[in-house]
Every structure is written in C-alpha cells, then in structure tokens.
C-alpha cells in the first residue's frame, strides 16, 4: 500500500502536468491529447500574426498565428492586435470587425486579388481604429458594381496602398475605388487609378462622412476623381489629381475644407470646386466650395 506521502507527491505531480499544459495552451493555443500522449495545437488568438503565402501544415505556429490566409490571420488575432502579410499574391475576400493593424511588406509586391461579383466591397471594414498600409488592392473580374475598400466605420487610417482594377479585367460596369461611410477617418498617401468606366466610377467617395481627411493621396486616370453625397465638414487637402476623364469632383455638399491640391495643372488662381443642386427635377451647377490655394506642382510633400 503507498504511503500517503507517496499519494500526495503523486496528486502534486498530476497537478502541476496540469497547469502546465494550462499555461501552454494560454499562450499558443489549446493543446488537446490525442491516445493519451500526443499533443496538438488548435488555433487561439494572438496578438501578433503572420501571413504568408508559402507557409503551410508544416510551417512552425500553423493555424495558430502562422496562416496562409490574410482572412484566418484576421479571425485569429486578438482585438486591437497586428497582422503581417509578407509579399505574395492572396485571394478572397477580407472583413475586418474588429480593431487591428494590418500591415503589408510592400504595397507593390503584397497583392490581394479579390474575388469577383462583391458589391460591398473586396476589402470591406466593419470596425472603428483600423490601420491598412502596405498593399495593392485589386480584382480579378467583376459583372457588377463593385467597391475595392469599403469602409463603414470610423477612427480608421488607410494609407500608403495602390488600390487599382486589373488593367485585364475592366468592363463598363460601376467599379470605385475606396468608399468611406464614417468619420474621422484618414485617407492618407494612397495610389487610386484606372477606375474609368463611363458608369459613375470614381477614385474616392464620400458618402453620409464627416470630419475624415484625404490629404496625399495621387488619383488618376478615374472616370471622376472624388464623389461626395451628404458630407460635410471633411478635410482634402495636397492630393494630386491628374488624367481625370470627367470631373474632378461631383458632390452635393459644401462645408468641406480643400487646400493645395493640384488639379491636372498649375494654376496660380482659388480652383472652384462645383457641385449639383436639384431645381425642378433637373440637376443644376453651382459653387460649393474653393481650394483658395490650389498646388502650381504636382510635386506635393505631404
């Protein structure tokens, strides 16, 4: 018979085997035991996490906060966590409802290729204090209207991306580049080009947002540069604008700071910026706003 010394070291020992596999599980993961002595890590939150496109089931942290994937990488990580993509192409469809960083090697060789036929948006934000920086943005082919960078939140800063349709795969159909639906957000030092279907597509919208800034930004070779709609109070400020097929800017709205953007070309005069007012059911001009001190260069530092 064993003594109670012997009993009680045994009891010790099981329960310290138990806080440890406790304490492993906290902070990689949850370790489950398979046939009573092989453990596996299923995945948890992290605060940081990697994705890249060659990792794999044999890649040290798979499914734990190593993924493949920028969309598992996103689900895995913790609120108010970060997410590194390294260079590579990935594909989907991203949603983003929690607060995070999501941080791109390099805005040129970190590609994400969305699927088609997303009318909310490939890159779509549901969540406030959210950081995008570092990637291209694009689409294989879409047969609808389609919105690349959605963002229906606030507190957010997109910049330094290249948000652009595949010069392959553009159709006549509604296609825009980044869409904001909230405030105080920051639109900062992006490249938006090549939205130029006939169909309404534009660079970037505004839409029922205020008090966002868009400063840095180069928008060219869009169908229309800026469209606003119910929005106020929003600073755009030393953006570049250049090879815009129709307008500059449609909006309905004044209230809205412009300063030192270039506009196509120098110019030594305040840039009027005009919008619409509907009269009768018909659509008419008129004076919104001024850029009193519009770029003479394209060579802004912002």
């Not at 029922?208 to 106020?232: D, E, K, M, P, V």
């Not at 509907?278 to 009193?292: F, Y």
Request: charged content about 15%.
């Amino acid at each position: 018979m064993q003594s109670n010394h012997s009993i009680m070291r045994s009891v010790v020992s099981s329960f310290l085997v138990i806080i440890f596999v406790f304490l492993l599980s906290s902070s990689v993961g949850i370790a489950v035991l398979i046939n009573g002595d092989q453990l596996v890590s299923s995945p948890s939150n992290a605060d940081i996490v990697y994705v890249d496109d060659d990792y794999n089931q044999n890649t040290p942290g798979w499914g734990v906060d190593h993924f493949n994937n920028i969309q598992d990488g996103i689900t895995a990580v913790v609120e108010n966590g970060t997410v590194y993509v390294y260079n590579g192409t990935y594909g989907g469809k991203v949603s983003i409802t929690k607060s995070l960083r999501l941080l791109g090697e390099n805005a040129q060789e970190t590609v994400f290729l969305g699927i088609y036929n997303m009318s909310d948006g490939i890159f779509r934000i549901d969540a406030n204090y959210v950081n995008i920086t570092g990637f291209t943005i694009t689409y294989e082919y879409t047969n609808a209207f389609i919105t690349e960078l959605y963002i229906n939140a606030s507190y957010c800063t997109i910049s330094n991306n290249i948000i652009r349709p595949r010069l392959d795969s553009l159709t006549d159909k509604n296609i825009h580049g980044i869409q904001v639906h909230g405030s105080y957000n920051n639109i900062v030092n992006n490249t938006i080009e090549y939205f130029f279907s006939p169909l309404a597509c534009y660079g970037i919208g505004l839409n029922q947002a205020s008090n966002n800034t868009l400063s840095g930004n180069y928008i060219s070779s869009n169908f229309y540069g800026l469209c606003i709609y119910g929005s106020s109070h929003n600073t755009i400020t030393r953006n570049i604008f250049s090879n815009i097929k129709r307008n500059y800017v449609i909006t309905d709205m004044s209230r809205n700071t412009w300063d030192q953007n270039f506009w196509g070309r120098p110019r030594f005069l305040p840039k009027p910026i005009f919008g619409t007012t509907e009269i009768g059911g018909h659509s008419l001009p008129w004076l919104v706003d001024v850029d009193w001190h519009p770029a003479k260069t394209s060579n802004i530092v912002v």
